[in-house]
């Protein structure tokens, strides 16, 4: 992976990331995983260690916290929270997120300009 | 903001790295733990859900590489790693090691020590109070070329009242003066000056006051400031100085103040005694240098278009003495580092193309070391490391040595500049003097040259080691040529650069060498050999009419019969001891012309032979020439060639300023070298010191002897005891002496030059040597084959020979260009030097061919005695 497609990808999972933590609330870096593909429809087959300099980097900025707990099969895992900043973040990146997402989809439908 | 935080958190990460790596392995362990649980749950067999977990997670390894690096700072724990390892390295190779510190030690003390200098005396800001407002007015006459010339009083008042643009402005000029009464008069190094000298520099005073406008009027008490070691040394510290009388110059003076000594104003002298100038009218008498201080608003250009309104309506005022004449400000800083400033420059330059040598050795040393490493570094990448983690490794090492250099030459480099000091002595002035030392600014720069240095050397065989490196490891890292033929090419570029540089130091070197042997060669116009000359200050009570005659005439005849004295005389100002009055005269024959300008000198009879200066007309002065006969003059050669062209000078008559009694020619004696040997002769005129004349108080006596003449000097003064005790005896030494002194400074440029020079061509020869050398020791083989093929011994010393000749040619046309360049700039630091002289470059170019065909030759020879037996096993 080019280095300029990394700092994308890492972007975006960053944003997947605090979106996954706030619907599903606390979750290990596997779940998290698991869960992304999922939602992306498998469309995103990548490799599940690249979560976890995301989640390093995002904890390293103060926007998640994590702790060491026991999973449902009770197994010891690394669990990872939103915090208060954290979820200003994920606000702020959504709306910037439609207004671009709005403002490609206006280039991109023909009828949409007059 | 977050960013800050992020990076706050990684730094902190760095001094706990076991925890973090604990941290990192658990949490992929309990991710493959709940992969695998899920995989099992989905039906894999045990072994086939770590495979697919593992294969998931893409690397364990990898993974925990890209979390190490996140989490701390890679660049940081690199750098680290890099400078332990290079440590080891260098460690390793003690010899290659001390050889390049102590070449960079050498070269960087080297541009430290002449850095401190340059440091001292142009770029610290002067010791007064916001010096960036102080400036110099200088009177100009560009129809002579006059740039600097002292000004009279009347000028420096129209300055002083007539501008707005300057807070205070004084003039001064330095003399020096006896201090103390008949018994214990001494000659002091003294500064005279108007009221505001002071205020202009911002100064107060240590003790008592300083001059205030009062003190100038002519009712006043005549009053002295005293330097503070003025007042430690004449009069040991005395607390009740302040109100006290002394006498100066045979007058009265009352100490109001003192000041400290660090405040000083003439260089190199530490002035004693300031007191306050008389008013004078006389607008011909130029002998005021005047100094100012600007107010903040106003900028130089307005003060220097006020200043040139009063040199437009002075030229129209007074157009005998003013016609074309302007006025030049200058900044104080300017002026103070002007006389030393292209020197220094010149000398910062020269040694910094000596370290630039001294680099390309090191780098040729570098490349051939990292050729050798080829090794060890293609193993590295093989085992992943990637290329500018090499060139990080390589480099790393260069910037260790250059650092180590640096180091070592900041503590040789206070004792290069003692020695460079004592060299330069007192033959080359240089202001501020005192205040050469090691301060921040000067470690900054060893710094930074260091650094510079190191990336200098470092980054060329770095960049050729790391991708033969990597064609190393493609081909096994066996001893392949393409491998080092990259590295080859690089070294011979290098050492034509070098060759390059060496030979425009040489040309420098060479040309001031030759410059200053032709200076040593010049006949001074005069006999130096067995002469003592001795400085004299007459007191007031001798003044010219009759006192004065009586003691020339009295204090000769007493020496002459002194035993072991061959003969003596008197001379205002002695040839080469840095003295000249110039007086405007007009020819008697020509009464309506403009004036004309000469040196005037006052001799008495006796002072021609004894320096066995040669009478080319008529006859010296005699006892004979007194008060009561005609007012008679010597000329020189040049003068009765401007004054008199085409005519015999002997009988002409000249008129000085508006005295109305007339001068006659009497003699025309030969050139002498007045000012310096470099310098050709002006027109001179001799008054006899017999006659009547100018008040000037200050002269030579000059006694030529049978022997040793320093062994006269105790009769001398005694001699000068019996006739006038309060005669003032300042300089004592030999003639030779005296224009000893007048070659210091060429000598001391030469001296420095040389040194450059022959360390330049010694690192240029060593560098080729070692460039031939390391390519005759890979080609070992080849040479076996050569000779085992029927080669003849002799051919092959030719082939290397032709190489190294080569590369030497290269280099010599490159700097040929560069030495003509440099010379002609150098030349100007010298007076009589000529830069780009044809036969001084074809000289060095043939020096640095033999240097570079005999640097060649010993490899060479090496070469052709090779066993081709022994060379084909070394495979």
């Known amino acids: 992976m080019s280095s300029d497609r990394a700092e994308v990808w ?15 609330g606390a979750q290990h870096g596997y779940g998290l995983a698991r869960r992304i593909e999922q939602t992306s429809g498998h ?22 916290a994590s702790s060491w707990g026991v999973s449902e099969n009770n197994r010891r895992a690394k669990f990872y929270t939103l915090t208060g900043a954290g979820r200003k973040q994920l606000a702020r990146e959504a709306r910037e997120w439609e207004r671009t997402a709005g403002i490609i989809a206006r280039f991109f439908s023909p009828k949409a300009s007059s | 903001m977050r960013t800050l935080r992020s990076w706050v958190l990684r730094l902190a990460g760095l001094f706990s790295p076991g925890r973090r790596e604990d941290e990192i392995r658990q949490e992929l362990e309990s991710h493959l733990q709940l992969h695998i649980d899920d995989n099992v749950r989905a039906g894999m ?77 142009l770029l610290r800001p002067l010791p007064y109070s916001d010096p960036a407002r102080l400036v110099m007015i200088w009177g100009t006459d560009p129809r002579t070329g006059g740039r600097e010339m002292s000004v009279s009083y009347p000028d420096f008042e129209a ?70 070691a003025a007042w430690k040394r004449q009069f040991g510290g005395r607390g ?22 660090e405040f000083h104003f003439i260089p190199t002298e530490v002035e004693q005694v300031y007191t306050l100038l008389p008013r004078e009218t006389n607008r011909e008498h130029g002998y005021l240098r005047v100094i100012a201080r600007r107010r903040p608003n106003a900028t130089m250009a307005a003060a220097q278009a006020e200043l040139d309104v ?77 290329r500018a ?47 050469v030392n090691i301060d921040r600014t000067v470690v900054l720069f060893t710094f930074g040259v260091s650094l510079a240095a190191g990336l200098v050397f470092g980054v060329v065989p770095a960049a050729v080691a790391a991708p033969s490196a990597l064609q190393a490891s493609a081909r096994d890292a066996s001893r392949t040529i393409a491998g080092t033929r990259a590295g080859q090419r690089t070294r011979a570029t290098l050492v034509v650069v070098e060759t390059a540089i060496a030979l425009v130091l040489l040309a420098a070197g060479a040309m001031l060498t030759r410059s200053f042997l032709e200076l040593r060669a010049t006949a001074p116009g005069f006999v130096t050999g067995d002469v003592l000359a001795v400085g004299l200050r007459l007191p007031v009570s001798l003044a010219p009419g009759a006192q004065r005659e009586t003691f020339f005439e009295e204090l000769r005849r007493r020496i002459e019969t002194l035993p072991g004295v061959r003969s003596a005389g008197f001379i205002s100002s002695l040839p080469m001891a840095g003295g000249r009055d110039t007086l405007q005269f007009r020819l008697k024959d020509q009464p309506g012309a403009k004036p004309l300008s000469a040196n005037f000198n006052i001799a008495s009879p006796g002072y021609f032979k004894t320096l066995e200066i040669p009478i080319i007309a008529g006859r010296e002065f005699s006892n004979a020439d007194g008060a009561s006969t005609n007012p008679v003059i010597v000329v020189n050669e040049t003068a009765a060639r401007r004054f008199w062209p085409g005519r015999a000078a002997l009988g002409m008559e000249i008129a000085v300023s508006e005295s109305t009694s007339t001068l006659k020619v009497i003699g025309v004696t030969g050139d002498v070298r007045q000012s310096d040997l470099g310098t050709a002769a002006r027109p001179e005129i001799f008054l006899c010191a017999l006659q009547p004349g100018p008040g000037w108080s200050t002269f030579a006596l000059v006694v030529k002897a049978r022997g040793e003449p320093m062994s006269l000097l105790p009769d001398v003064r005694a001699s000068l005891r019996a006739v006038q005790r309060d005669v003032a005896i300042s300089r004592v030494g030999t003639m030779e002496d005296v224009v000893a002194g007048r070659l210091a400074q060429p000598r001391a440029y030469t001296i420095l030059l040389g040194a450059f020079a022959a360390l330049a061509l010694i690192l240029a020869a060593v560098g080729l040597y070692g460039v031939i050398s390391y390519s005759v020791t890979q080609r070992t083989r080849e040479m076996g084959i050569r000779l085992a093929l029927g080669s003849s011994p002799a051919a092959l010393v030719r082939s290397i020979l032709k190489t190294g000749t080569a590369l030497t040619a290269a280099g010599i046309v490159i700097g040929l260009a560069g030495a003509y360049a440099v010379t002609q700039s150098i030349a100007k630091l010298l007076p009589g030097a000529r830069g780009g ?14 240097v570079g065909s005999l640097a060649s030759y010993l490899p060479a020879r090496r070469a052709a005695r090779v066993d081709p037996l022994a060379a084909l096993r070394v495979e």
């Open chain 2, 45 to 121: 067999s045990p072994a086939e859900a770590r495979r697919e977990a593992l294969l998931r997670l893409g690397g364990i390894e990898s993974v925990k590489e890209t979390q190490r690096d996140r989490s701390g700072v890679p660049l940081l724990q690199h750098l680290a790693r890099d400078v332990r390892y290079a440590f080891r390295v260098l460690r390793r190779n003690p010899t290659f090691t001390a050889i390049t510190v102590v070449t960079l030690a050498l070269g960087i003390g080297a541009n430290t020590s002449i850095f401190t200098l340059v440091n001292a005396v």
């Open chain 1, 10 to 24: 890492q972007g975006t999972l960053a944003l997947m990331i605090l979106k996954t933590l706030d619907t599903m």
């Open chain 2, 310 to 386: 009063i040199a437009t309506r002075t030229a129209a005022a007074f157009p005998r003495t003013h016609a074309g004449t302007g006025i030049a400000l200058v900044s104080l800083e300017a002026a103070v580092g002007a006389p030393v400033r292209d020197g220094l420059l010149i000398l910062l330059a020269l040694v910094g193309a000596v370290l630039l040598i001294g680099c390309t050795n090191v780098a040729n040393l570098l490349l051939a070391r990292n050729a050798s490493r080829q090794h060890e570094l293609g193993l590295r990448i093989s085992l992943g490391a990637g």
């Open chain 2, 159 to 228: 300055w002083r009242d007539g501008t707005h643009s300057f807070e205070h402005v004084a003039a001064f000029t330095s003399r020096s003066v006896t201090l103390g009464g008949a018994e214990l008069a001494e000659l002091v190094p003294a500064v005279q000056t108007t009221s505001g000298f002071f205020r202009v520099l911002g100064m107060n005073a240590l003790a008592g006051r300083l001059f205030a406008d009062s003190d100038e009027t002519s009712e006043a008490q005549p009053v002295a400031v005293l330097s503070d």
């Open chain 2, 389 to 435: 983690r090499i060139l990080q490794q390589l480099l790393t090492e260069s910037l260790l040595l250059a650092l180590a250099g640096g180091a070592a030459g900041l503590v040789m480099a206070p004792i290069l500049t003692d020695a460079l000091l004592a060299m330069l002595g007192s033959g080359v002035p240089l202001p501020r003097i005192e205040g």
């Open chain 2, 240 to 261: 009740d100085i302040i109100g006290t009388t002394i006498t100066i110059n045979q007058r009265p003076h009352v100490v109001i103040g003192i000041v400290p000594s």
């Open chain 1, 43 to 64: 469309s995103l087959a990548v490799n599940y260690g690249t979560i976890y300099p995301a989640l390093l980097k995002l904890e390293q900025e103060g926007y998640i």
């Open chain 2, 837 to 850: 002289d044809p036969l001084t470059l074809a000289g060095v170019a043939v020096l640095m061919l033999s």
